[in-house]
């Protein structure tokens, strides 16, 4: 079993959809959770990162983790084409002095006009 | 600042030849790692380093050698490249205990 499993999609949408991306892992000792973006041939950058369970808002973007389901979420309000990419969940732990990402597979989001 | 530079961008290897993919960063991180990215399969961990003379193995080691001799570069080398080896190919950077990873442009290799 992976450590992080994330639906691969892809994930078609129209424009100003409300989109949820999610992951589920089984590590209980991941404590950061973070959520990467790539578009086409191009290498992923980070979005956004929540440590332990909660919320986090920034702009458009709603990132949850709940502990105790092992399991992360992203929300996009108000979809734009320009989100048109694949999201990719990664994970980190304190037992390796939190030095290793683990990264779920990605899910291909497409947000037609 | 250039962040994460990788060198080839892209490149087409015959069956059984080595080459070598560069990886260059100019931020002082001291964790630096390899990825190559499938489809379907995401991002699988090759090698990755803590420090300079500092290296271990990750998810998909086999074939790949790797060596980190300064801050800055870790090189990856591909010994006898396969055809199973056609992939894109990304280095990464952070400080340790980061939450942010620097990706660089990926190199797309194709082994015929």
């Known amino acids: 079993q992976k450590e992080v499993e994330q639906d691969p999609g892809p994930l078609s949408v129209p424009e100003g959809a409300i989109v949820s991306l999610n992951c589920t892992y089984s590590?209980?000792?991941?404590?950061?959770f973070m959520w990467y973006r790539q578009y086409s041939r191009k290498g992923p950058e980070l979005l956004m990162y929540t440590y332990s369970s909660g919320n986090k808002e920034d702009g458009r973007f709603t990132a949850q983790v709940d502990k105790s389901s092992k399991y992360i979420s992203l929300f996009i309000r108000d979809s734009q084409p320009s989100d048109s990419a694949t999201y990719l969940c990664?994970?980190?732990?304190?037992?390796?002095?939190?030095?290793?990402?683990?990264f779920g597979s990605g899910t291909k989001l497409n947000v037609k006009p | 600042n250039a962040g994460v530079t990788q060198t080839p961008k892209f490149q087409v290897l015959k069956t059984g030849q080595s080459m070598t993919l560069q990886c260059a960063q100019d931020m002082n991180h001291e964790y630096m790692s390899w990825y190559r990215q499938d489809p379907g399969m995401g991002l699988r961990l090759i090698h990755y380093?803590?420090?300079?003379?500092?290296?271990d193995q990750g998810e998909v080691p086999n074939g790949y050698n790797v060596s980190r001799s300064t801050t800055e570069d870790f090189p990856l080398r591909l010994l006898s490249a396969a055809p199973s080896q056609t992939s894109v190919y990304f280095c990464a950077s952070s400080y340790l205990e980061a939450t942010e990873a620097f990706f660089g442009q990926g190199t797309r290799l194709t082994v015929v």
């Open positions: 990664a994970m980190k732990g304190a037992w390796n002095n939190f030095n290793k990402f683990y």
């Open positions: 380093s803590v420090g300079a003379g500092i290296t």
């Open positions: 590590n209980s000792a991941f404590q950061y």
